[in-house]
């Protein structure tokens, strides 16, 4: 696992430019997946009724029946979802896939969550 604070730095970055808020949320997604070679970074919006994707970088994705979720291909072995929390409640997902199986570890669940909390202003 590289050095956090550059990757965190750049996210900074990304939310600081203008630009709409998908627009960012790929670049995000781009740039956490290229820093750490993940397979599949996705995030999403959750709302009391649902969960919807913003953005995602990695393999193609498909949608499954519900429109507001994206299924990777078959070959996904390993996935965390973390948290983006704000004004005490969940605003957003961070979801990490990959094709080997028990892919994350605790080094990698605590850079995301460092990731989750530099994405809070991505919410509003």
């Known amino acids: 696992m590289p050095d956090s604070a550059p990757i965190l730095k750049r996210l900074r970055e990304i939310l ?7 627009g960012k949320a790929r670049r995000i997604s781009a740039a956490i ?7 599949w970074v996705g995030i999403y919006d959750v709302s009391e009724d649902e969960i919807g994707v913003v ?3 990695g393999p193609k994705a498909r949608v499954t029946r519900d429109t ?11 996935e965390i979802v973390v948290p983006v929390l704000k004004g005490g409640g969940v605003v ?3 979801d990490v896939e990959s ?4 892919a994350f570890s605790e080094e990698d669940r605590r850079f995301l ?3 989750a ?6 919410w509003g």
């Open 16 to 22: 600081s430019i203008s630009g709409d808020r998908v």
């Open 33 to 39: 997946r290229e820093t750490v070679g993940y397979r």
């Open 55 to 57: 953005a995602w970088s």
């Open 68 to 78: 507001r979720h994206l299924t990777t291909l078959g070959t996904t072995r390993s």
């Open 92 to 94: 957003g997902l961070l």
């Open 99 to 102: 094709d080997l199986t028990d």
């Open 113 to 115: 969550e460092e990731c």
């Open 117 to 122: 909390v530099v994405l809070a202003p991505l």
